[in-house]
């Protein structure tokens, strides 16, 4: 049996990971979150007997240090972070306060015997690219947010902490995902939800910023393919889709899935954060997962006929 800890559990992208990882009896999968950001609704049911959540807050020491001497936990997932473009810009010391998490998170775990740390990463990291497609070797990291050093310095202590503790660590570096029970303020919950009611589609600037966009089980399946084969130990790993399309098209094509008659008004630009164009060089991705990505257009439309957008 391997006792996994998943902190950010009730989270979007974390939630999933739990879920997959509990359908294997011989884990037992500890979920933790302060729900801040995250849903109790998102954490996914206990078939198997196998999966504990606990409200908790991986920024507090004393919260979090109490778990892991509970447990004695194999390997960590550590996603809780507070996301969000307009979220994290809003509250930039708030952002700041999860480099305590990370922090916490590697101490306990190399004071209590984790095997290996999996760190979700964002391609915040890279800013405005310097280079298409992205690469985790090449590309610079040159972001200025708070939310992108954020992740940057966690990346940081990572590699740290394997130089000097021998504790191993595999980095996800996400580019945009979307599936059921993301958040409604991420544009395609966000695109999918005024679609389905009518309401004007709103995007900043003239929409052409382009973005790859992930379906979930895409990356749920390439993030435990390293897990469980062992990949990317001590390194990075980009985990997205290298299809690229701009925000007025996403808006065009789920106004034309939904059949709406939702218009598109266009807002002033964001004033930062709003990068013009991101894509991955996903290859690393792809190897592990051995298939195809599932295209944006299938996933809409498997996402839209999902009970919480038939009801919207």
Do not use: W
């Not at 908790?56 to 997932?77: E, K, L």
């Not at 992108?148 to 740290?160: D, H, M, Q, T, Y």
């Not at 059921?180 to 939800?193: E, L, Y």
């Not at 808006?251 to 034309?256: N, V």
Request: aromatic share 10%; net charge negative.
């Amino acid at each position: 049996m391997s006792r996994i800890l998943v902190t950010g559990g009730a989270g979007f992208i974390a939630s999933a990971l739990a879920e997959k990882l509990a359908q294997d009896p011989k884990n037992q999968v500890v979920i933790v979150d302060n729900l801040q950001t995250g849903s109790k609704d998102k954490v996914p049911e206990n078939e198997h007997g196998n999966i504990q959540f606990i409200k908790c807050d991986v920024n507090q020491y004393q919260d979090i240090s109490a778990v892991f001497y509970a447990y004695q936990f194999d390997y960590v997932f550590h996603y809780a972070a507070m996301v969000g473009v307009k979220r994290t810009l809003e509250n930039p010391v708030k952002v700041l306060e999860d480099i305590h998490g990370i922090e916490n998170v590697l101490n306990l775990s190399k004071n209590t015997g984790v095997k290996r740390v999996l760190f979700s990463s964002s391609s915040e990291v890279y800013g405005e690219p310097v280079e298409i497609p992205q690469n985790e070797e090449t590309t610079p990291l040159n972001s200025k947010l708070p939310y992108a050093i954020v992740k940057n310095i966690g990346e940081a202590f990572l590699r740290s902490y394997a130089q000097e503790y021998d504790l191993d660590f595999t980095i996800f570096r996400f580019f945009n995902t979307y599936g059921p029970k993301q958040s409604p303020d991420f544009v395609i919950s966000k695109f999918i939800k005024s679609a389905l009611n009518g309401d004007d589609i709103t995007v900043y600037g003239e929409g052409l910023q382009t973005r790859t966009f992930c379906y979930i089980d895409d990356n749920i399946d390439a993030c435990l393919g390293a897990f469980y084969g062992d990949h990317v130990i001590n390194d990075v790993i980009n985990i997205g889709s290298n299809i690229e399309t701009s925000i007025i098209d996403v808006a065009r094509l789920i106004i034309d899935i939904t059949d709406s008659s939702s218009k598109i008004v266009h807002l002033p630009p964001l004033k930062e954060g709003d990068m013009t164009r991101r894509m991955p060089d996903n290859a690393k991705m792809m190897s592990i997962l051995g298939r195809d990505l599932k295209p944006l257009e299938h996933g809409l439309r498997e996402l839209i006929g999902q009970p919480e957008y038939i009801l919207a």
